[in-house]
Nanobody, 116 residues
Framework: QVQLVESGGGLVQPGGSLRLSCAAS????????MGWFRQAPGNQRELVAI???????NYAGSAKGRFTLSRDNAKNTVTLQMNSLKPEDTAVYYC??????????WGQGTQVTVSS
């Protein structure tokens, strides 16, 4: 069982930056594909970015060029650096850990609000 704890959300003005962190415990962190997802009110949860055990990344189109995902396997953490934030980035952001077959864990979520 993997436990994930997110931190770093908050209120930021458009154009600002936030850094989200996810601390993992209870599993072999380095073996998991880690990701960030987000869910805005009335919308389905959507992928923001994922990172493999070796550090390879993939980003949703909305995140490319603005967000950077990294991981530290020694500290069992993943970090999502979000720059040039827009109001449409407002959502609850969830950390995810996945290892096939069937091991899929979620954090409790952290609110990001982009508003002037």
């Amino acid at each position: 069982q993997v436990q994930l704890v997110e931190s770093g959300g908050g209120l930021v003005q458009p154009g600002g930056s936030l850094r989200l962190s996810c601390a993992a415990s209870g599993g072999d962190f380095s073996m998991y594909l880690m990701g960030w997802f987000r869910q805005a009110p009335g919308n389905q949860r959507e992928l923001v970015a994922i990172i493999g055990s070796g550090g390879s990344t993939n980003y949703a189109g909305s995140a490319k060029g603005r967000f950077t995902l990294s991981r530290d396997n020694a500290k069992n953490t993943v970090t999502l650096q979000m720059n040039s934030l827009k109001p449409e980035d407002t959502a609850v952001y969830y950390c995810n850990a996945y290892k096939p077959p069937g091991r899929n864990y979620w954090g409790q979520g952290t609110q990001v609000t982009v508003s002037s």
